[in-house]
């Protein structure tokens, strides 16, 4: 057995490298895997299921139509976050301008928004019948549509621009990041080579931060092909949007499964891209002395400028669609504050604590397995497990209604026939679908930050507990959990609120006649009805503010050399 960390001869045999430890942290951890990759392999499986002829015709039809506007709305989001996140990122970290301090943290709160949230605000304020036409046709007395032109908001443009304002902050938070960890010499060298501050940027602090912007905007366009909400409401036909036609409507559950494989294919393509931009690059610092940042100092009217490009994201992502739904929800509390919103409250905090406190129990239990046994099959296991992130909500709810049912039907069967009772449906449609569902996607997001922290624990102090006779399980919970305590709640936070937001995956899985806060406001908002669903949609807003909030502090805190409010000079 090789352990961790030993130079491996290259006469070693390759069966080497594959020999693991049979315990129970290495069986585990594959057990795991092999539960979490049961969605997609299920997906991938069904979609070669023979049945009717649905995918020819929709080739013929409408698959075209989906390749076509999928693809021009990930190009035109990837563009729009791409301009406003790094641009606000640089200007925040490098310059010095009214109202930057508030701009750190304030550029994050528009995450804290579902992208289906304020598509449903900006309709209510933009469409026709809306306050905006309204006040135009008032102020230059117009009669009708006829009469003048108005951008359509319920348009692939529309949706694009939903997205881009909620979706810019996963951008804007790894390039600030990137931003604040590059050495100052760096750039102090470009200067020296006359080169400014543009210049500098584009051919120097551009390029070192380019791995993180790329991990941003994979993340952008993954959440991008995860939404369903504003697509659905804007009419657009993207492949989430026909997953649930194919497979509500037509009840064609092959066919819905031949386009959740299509789109999954686009997912893992995305994937491939990503890692080879950044194979065989490394970007390197030339020195570990971290002084202060430049801070460029802007004033007039470049401050007046970058000023306005960083209010204007927070001030249309986050003040206008929070303003516009507290203002509903004061005028109609009466009829939004009722029995049925408290009940869909209650769902949707049951659904995300569970789903939270098994997706941190499994982190924690693969990422401690994952160190005690670095070998290659556990180490393939635990990033096979935390693929579920990357693939849309759609897809892994087929993925999880299909085998369920089949279980379903098969102990149905069983019983009727050896003891004539029916079972019904004990898994499929019930709290258990919508949990594992939301377990198998988020728990990437809890697997990778206890892997990140439980790293910084040096494995001397798993050295000192066992000369102490503590075991693997006793070392976990008397050493490595006391200190991994803030990273293990940031990471149940995260997961928590990405399940309060959580729609696609929700309205497949959910059981009949129960409703969370999202679906709620779904409901309502298709309905025309988005005033009286305006208090669930704020309670959504603010379970992602406190994640916002701490994303800012870590990120503020995150440049080396830093300390305190000032920072330092190493």
């Known amino acids: ?143 009708s549509k006829s009469d003048y032109w108005f951008p359509e908001i319920r348009s692939l443009g529309g949706a694009i621009s939903m997205m881009t304002m909620v979706l810019y902050p996963y951008v804007y938070l790894l390039s600030r990041a990137a931003f604040l ?58 492949f989430t949007a026909g997953i649930f036609d194919v497979w509500l409507n037509m009840s064609n559950a092959p066919g819905a499964a031949q386009l959740a494989s299509t789109l999954l294919i686009f997912v893992l393509v995305l994937i491939y891209l990503e890692r080879s931009a950044r194979r065989g690059r490394r970007y390197h610092h030339t020195t570990n002395r971290y002084k202060a940042l430049p801070g460029y100092a802007l004033r007039g009217g470049r401050a007046a400028t970058a000023t306005l490009a960083c209010l204007l994201p927070v001030l249309l992502g986050f003040v206008l669609p929070a303003t516009v739904l507290a203002g509903y929800a004061l005028s109609h509390y009466k009829e939004s504050l009722d029995a049925a919103f408290l009940v869909h409250t209650a769902n949707s905090l049951t659904l995300s604590s569970l789903a939270a406190v098994l997706a941190v129990a499994l982190g924690v239990f693969m990422a401690y397995g994952l160190r005690l046994s670095g070998t290659p099959v556990v180490r393939a296991a635990a990033r096979l497990a935390s693929l579920g992130y990357a693939v849309p909500g759609a897809v892994l709810a087929l993925g999880v209604i299909i085998p369920t049912a089949w279980l379903d039907n098969t102990v149905d069967a069983f019983m009727r026939d050896t003891f004539g009772i029916s079972t019904g449906l004990l898994l499929s449609g019930s709290i258990f679908a919508v949990t594992a569902g939301y377990v198998v996607r988020f728990l990437a997001l809890s697997f990778g930050t206890v892997e990140a ?118």
């Open 1 to 143: 057995m090789t352990s961790i960390g030993a130079r491996i001869d290259p006469d070693t045999p390759a069966w080497v490298f594959w020999h693991w430890k049979f315990d129970a942290w290495s069986i585990g951890t594959v057990i795991v895997a092999v539960l979490t990759s049961v969605p997609v392999v299920t997906v991938l499986v069904f979609a070669l299921t023979p049945g009717d002829d649905v995918w020819g015709h929709l080739a013929a039809t409408v698959l075209p139509l989906y390749v076509r506007t999928t693809l021009g709305l990930a190009a035109g989001v990837a563009l729009g976050t791409l301009l406003v996140g790094i641009s606000t990122a640089w200007l925040v970290t490098m310059c010095r301008f009214p109202g930057r301090r508030v701009f750190e943290w304030a550029l994050l709160l528009p995450m804290a928004i579902p992208a289906y949230v304020i598509a449903y605000v900006y309709t209510d304020i933009f469409e026709y019948a809306g306050p905006m036409q309204e006040a135009l046709r008032k102020a230059f007395g117009w009669t």
């Open 181 to 238: 960890e590059q050495s100052v010499c760096v750039l102090e060298a470009s200067r020296t080579l006359g080169r400014g501050p543009w210049r500098g940027f584009f051919s120097v602090a551009l390029p070192l931060a380019r791995p993180a912007i790329v991990i941003g905007l994979s993340l952008v366009l993954m959440e991008t092909l995860n939404d369903f909400g504003t697509v659905d409401y804007f009419a657009v036909p993207t």
């Open 453 to 570: 922290s439980l790293a910084k624990v040096t494995h001397n102090m798993e050295g000192a507990a066992r000369t102490l006779g503590k075991g693997p399980w006793a070392t976990l919970c008397q050493v490595h959990l006391p200190l991994m305590r803030g990273s293990v709640l940031t990471a149940a936070i995260l997961v928590f609120v990405d399940c309060m937001k959580e729609l696609p995956m929700t309205m497949i899985l959910r059981p009949f006649n129960f409703d969370t806060l999202a679906t709620f406001v779904h409901q309502y908002a298709s309905d025309e009805r988005l005033a009286e669903g305006s208090l669930a949609a704020l309670a959504i807003v603010a379970s992602g503010i406190l994640p916002v909030i701490l994303l800012s502090f870590t990120i503020g805190h995150s440049r080396p050399g830093h300390w305190g409010n000032g920072g330092a000079t190493l």
